[in-house]
């Protein structure tokens, strides 16, 4: 007789992300480049779903999970949340949604979140969108963003980019090493930098045809 093995509850939620094989972009850039806002933008011309990472933690702490508390004073603090509770939240929204093609917007953002992320999902992005911009215009940005985030004070943003140059950078150069990445000049107008983003989105086909 043969022998049975089953597979353990994590190669299963694996396996149901595998069969899945959902398209992924991520979006990734320095605090207040503009990730959200071309997301948007994003999902409304080309039918991509958009998951923040950076939200689906807001929205954990909301909730009242375990987790809350742990969250909510990394993010006062700019630092990253360990992969494993960013991960199943991204895992979570990506099985409950019936589209295919995701846009992951603040994720990696660090080598344990890329590696881990790869090795648990199995999912490699089809490119990174790197939005680039200079320090001063995101300071800029973000102290007159007023969506009331406990994270847009002037000591959480200066942290924030610590973080961005310390952990952040190098996963953008790690997939830069694997010419994946498409380096955007973030610090033009909403309009100008999503004429750039839509070339890359917009199939060559359709491009000879316009
Ligand atoms: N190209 C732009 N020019 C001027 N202002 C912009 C531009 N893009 C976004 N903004 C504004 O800057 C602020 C930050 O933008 P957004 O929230 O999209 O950044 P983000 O990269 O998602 O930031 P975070 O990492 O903090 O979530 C918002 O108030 C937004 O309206
Ligand atoms: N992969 C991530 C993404 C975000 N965080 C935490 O959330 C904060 C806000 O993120 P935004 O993308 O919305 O700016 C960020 O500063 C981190 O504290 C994270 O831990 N891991
Ligand atoms: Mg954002």
Known sequence: MGTVVEAS??????SSLSQKKPKVVFVLGGPGSGKG?????????????HLSA???????IKSGSEN??????????????PSE????LLEKAILENENDKFLIDGFPRNEENRAAFESVTGITPEFVLYFDCPQEEMEKRLLSRNQG?????IDTIRKRFKVFLESSLPV??????????????????V??????????FTPVVDKAAA
């Open 9 to 14: 509850s994590k190669e299963a939620s694996g």
């Open 172 to 189: 953008i150069e790690y997939y830069n090493s694997k010419e994946k990445v498409r380096k955007i000049d973030a610090a033009k107008p």
């Open 68 to 81: 809350g508390t742990m969250i909510q004073n990394m993010i006062k603090e700019g630092k990253i949340v």
């Open 149 to 153: 985030r406990e994270d847009d004070n």
């Open 191 to 200: 309009e100008e930098v999503f004429k750039t983003v839509k070339a890359l």
């Open 37 to 49: 806002t071309q997301c948007a933008n994003i999902v409304e011309h080309f039918g991509y779903t």
């Open 54 to 60: 950076g939200d689906l933690l807001r929205a954990e």
């Open 85 to 88: 509770v960013t991960i199943k």
